[in-house]
């Protein structure tokens, strides 16, 4: 059957008007942006604040063992903490389209709508393809407002110290406007597949978050000094997960096949 853009788009319409009415998951939404921009922006207020600490110059040199004396250590930790926070800040397009996607697949089975769906003409593409766009579409919007609220807050805390704006710089444009979305598919991938093997969008959800441990660890890894973050790193990281994407699309396609849902959950 030829894939019908229309008959996607109506997918991804009714699911978002399902999202707009449940308040919990809207809420559940707005908490990780919240932490994910006010915590930076607390670290780099808080080096500006006493930008001559003598134990910021101990903790940049474990850092940079290299630093000039005359060098800002307070600067330079603004700069690493910018560096390495763009890690922990792929957290949320990862987890927003997981806590969506979820409720879209398994929460469908929960409130018995997903037979309706499953005996219209819908095909497999058409429905990966609306659920994936009622799940993205608000996952990067949501990374792209806050990430406006990070470049605002960051500039105006920081300005006291180094008198010009430092976002949004070329790591994190090219982060938020390139790799995020590459992040957010990767996530909802993830559910669309996990929340076509389970019975409840809760335990769908439990199982899917789990896939932002390895990004967590990796954050760990560049605070610790055991990974040193940049553009080619990031870069890197955007490679690997476009090739899983890929993966992910064929596998949901296949596992969202109509008459192998109605055979499972029938």
């Not at 399902?18 to 930076?40: F, I, Q, W």
């Not at 929460?107 to 393809?129: D, F, H, I, M």
């Not at 890894?221 to 476009?242: R, S």
């Amino acid at each position: 059957m030829a894939f019908r853009h229309r008959r996607a788009l109506a997918v991804f319409w009714k699911d978002f008007l399902d999202l707009r009415k449940n308040v919990g998951l809207l809420v559940s939404m707005a908490v990780l942006p919240t932490v994910m921009v006010l915590v930076p922006i607390g670290v780099v207020w808080s080096y500006v604040r006493t930008p001559n600490h003598a134990d910021l110059r101990s903790v940049a040199l474990f850092y940079d063992p290299s630093l000039p004396l005359g060098a800002s250590a307070a600067r330079f930790l603004i700069d690493k903490t910018l560096t390495d926070w763009f890690g922990m800040f792929l957290v949320m397009p990862v987890f927003v389209p997981i806590l969506i996607a979820s409720q879209s697949v398994a929460g469908e089975k929960e409130r018995r709508t997903l037979e309706p769906l499953l005996a219209s003409p819908v095909t497999a593409a058409e429905l990966v393809t609306g659920k994936s766009l009622a799940a993205l579409v608000p996952a990067v919007a949501i990374t792209w407002v806050a990430f406006i609220f990070f470049c605002v807050g960051v500039d105006i805390v920081a300005w006291p110290l180094v008198q010009m704006p430092l976002m949004p710089n070329a790591l994190w444009t090219f982060g938020v406007f390139v790799i995020a979305p590459l992040f957010a598919f990767f996530g909802n991938g993830v559910a669309v597949l996990i929340s076509a093997r389970v019975s409840e969008a809760r335990m769908a959800q439990q199982l899917s978050a789990l896939v932002v441990l390895p990004l967590v660890g990796m954050v760990g890894g560049q605070v610790a000094g055991f990974l040193k973050a940049g553009l080619a790193y990031y870069a890197l990281q955007g490679a690997v997960v476009l090739v899983l994407d890929a993966f992910l699309l064929w596998a949901s396609i296949r596992l969202l096949d109509r008459e192998r849902l109605v055979s499972r959950w029938g």
